[in-house]
């Protein structure tokens, strides 16, 4: 885990878009524009996307545009918090060529700042839900995690964007549900943080790390322990994780059993609402700046990075947290 943290499996920027509602349509009077529409305001932004990463072996470039708006780059996450708009271009879209262009735009904006994000489902993967990206697909992808790119409207305007298609997804999701606590991506906090006061006293948290899956690729269910109380799972708009608010734990951990916790303690924790994240680095890559890497235990929600909420209010807490995947390939 570097500075900012782990929280950045995969995937693919709010690369979601998905059951969340279809709130646009692709009504634009020029048939090659990809057109999303919310009923907010009378402003609008235009862009294109393009692609930046090598296609797969078994991909050309060809495929359905799946996009998002939003004010917050986490939604849709896992978290059942439904975007602004979540929309499939009526047509297939064309980024085959390095210097091909999907032009697109948003209207209906009213002022203030967006997050725009989205995909190309390059890659036909039977296996995969058509909502989420699988191994092949073009996704934006950030530090470490989900990518979205903001903007601003300002009396209706606002400068072009470019979204660039950076990342070729490496695997095919496994869209696991949250269970004990984890939440998956960054949902709304359960406790208003403003309500919870800091007196100055200090708790302790302590992790009850367990795996729910077998050690592979190198792993054999033990190795150094990284983590860290964050104010929030993601940051915005760089797909990473932000400085935790308390510095991480490290130490050795060792699960031989699937389900069977291992309690892992961080003191001197003050008043306040946090979210765990970590990963076991299962596999040692000998990184002197720790990420996982393939092999390495990790936390995944539904659609990418899982956190477990921890409220600190007076008192101890004890928290689950569970390793339910092992990462198939290095960040």
Sequence with gaps: MTARGWMGLVLAALLLAAACGDDGADDSSDADVVVGE???????????????????????GVG???????????????????????????????????????????????????????????????????????????????????????????????????LELDYEMPFTLPGLE?????????????????????????????IAVSRSVEPDLGGDGSG????????SCFDDETGGNPVPDVPHLLDLVELPNID?????????????????????????AGDPTPRPGIGDLVAFGGFGPACAEVVVDGEDVTVPFDLNLVLPFDL
């Design 260 to 284: 069977e916790p291992v309690e892992l303690v961080i003191t001197d924790v003050p008043n306040g609402v946090y979210q765990v994240n970590g990963f076991i680095d299962d596999a040692d």
């Design 178 to 206: 949250g269970d004990d606590g984890i939440l998956e991506g960054d949902g709304e906090p359960s406790v208003d943080p403003s309500t919870i006061v800091d007196d100055g006293s200090t708790h302790s948290v302590t």
């Design 38 to 60: 919310i009923d907010e305001g009378t402003g609008e932004v235009e862009g294109v996307f393009v692609r930046t990463v090598p296609l797969a072996e078994d991909g050309d």
């Design 64 to 162: 359905p545009l799946h996009l998002t708006l939003d004010t917050d780059c986490r939604n849709d996450l896992g978290t059942g918090i439904p975007p602004l708009l979540s929309m499939v271009a009526d047509e297939p879209v064309t980024v085959t060529a390095e210097d091909d262009e999907v032009p697109f735009k948003f209207t209906g904006l009213a002022d203030g700042t967006y997050f725009a994000s989205g995909w190309v489902d390059d890659v036909d993967n039977t296996e995969q839900e058509e909502d989420l990206p699988a191994t092949g697909d073009l996704v934006m992808f950030g530090d470490l995690s989900p990518r979205c790119v903001a903007f601003d409207v300002v009396d209706g305007e606002a400068e072009p964007l470019v």
């Design 224 to 231: 150094p322990w990284f983590a860290g109380l964050f104010p």
